[in-house]
């Protein structure tokens, strides 16, 4: 008869080992700290001026500073939208079509010229891109009169399409594009053009859907650089209903320069349309800027 130890039959105790506590290292909060006071102090003059929109000119002057309005009002862009002598919607579309159309055309030309130089070898490739290179660093200010005198040779000063054929090839924009699509791998251009496919096809279907985070940051910079000009712009356009926004709010500004509320106002109706294209743009520039701190 077999027999049985009391050490065999006693159920034995389990210990359950969950999985290892993860340690949160003790500089990231304070690195959060610290970028989200950065992020405060750099929001600070937007967040001034947009309360000072909503304030009478009164509130603005008076001592202390409030930083809050203590009476809502929206006079301020009432008085502006209502000026008959300031026809914004004019200046707005005289400024859309500026920016919108750089965007498209320099962001084509600068995408199509990045693929060019990334993919493909021809003569004179490496010294025409260090041309390009060498354009950086050229002032904005040294290219004006030159500029000027093109533009009148071919009409078109007072012209909207004076300040977009310009700038159609930005160098900053073919670098940032070539050095995007130089990491694509070239098997993938191979295999479309075993498929059939040609080099319009290869650039359109393959080339372009890869680089939406590069296109979407250069768009936005773009776009702000555009909408934001005042020198050029003022140089290029006399005639009044040429103007674009930020030229014609600025004259409005210093005309009513005792009066900060509107100056405030006129500012801040500048700045919304970027936000806006921002708001619209965020998630691919986010990850174009992650995807250039992985390579």
Known sequence: ???????????????????????????????????????????????????????????????????????????????????????????????????????????????????IFAKYSFSWRQPLFWYLLALMMVPPSVLMIPNYLILSELGLLNNLWGLIVTVIVDPF?????????????????????IDGASEWRIYRSVVLPQVKPALATLGLLTFMFNWNAYLWPLIVLTQTDKRTLPVILTAYSTQHSAQLNLVMAASVLIVVPVLIFFLFTQRWIVAGLTLTGGK
């Open 1 to 115: 008869m077999a027999t049985v130890s009391v050490s065999e039959t006693a159920p034995r105790s389990v210990t359950v080992v969950g999985p290892p506590r993860r340690r949160v290292p003790l500089g990231r909060p304070l690195l959060y700290l610290v970028l989200a006071v950065a992020g405060l102090i750099a929001m600070l003059p937007f967040l001034w001026m947009l309360f000072g929109s909503f304030k009478t000119g009164q509130e603005l002057r008076q001592i202390p500073p409030t930083f809050w309005p203590q009476s809502w009002t929206l006079d301020n862009y009432r008085t502006i939208l209502g000026d008959p002598d300031l026809p914004l919607l004019t200046f707005y579309g005289n400024s859309f079509f500026v920016a919108i159309m750089n965007v498209l055309i320099g962001v084509f030309v600068a995408s199509l010229l990045g693929f």
């Open 173 to 193: 924009a073919v670098f940032v594009m070539r050095q995007f699509i130089i990491s694509l791998p070239n098997e993938q251009l191979e295999s479309a053009r």
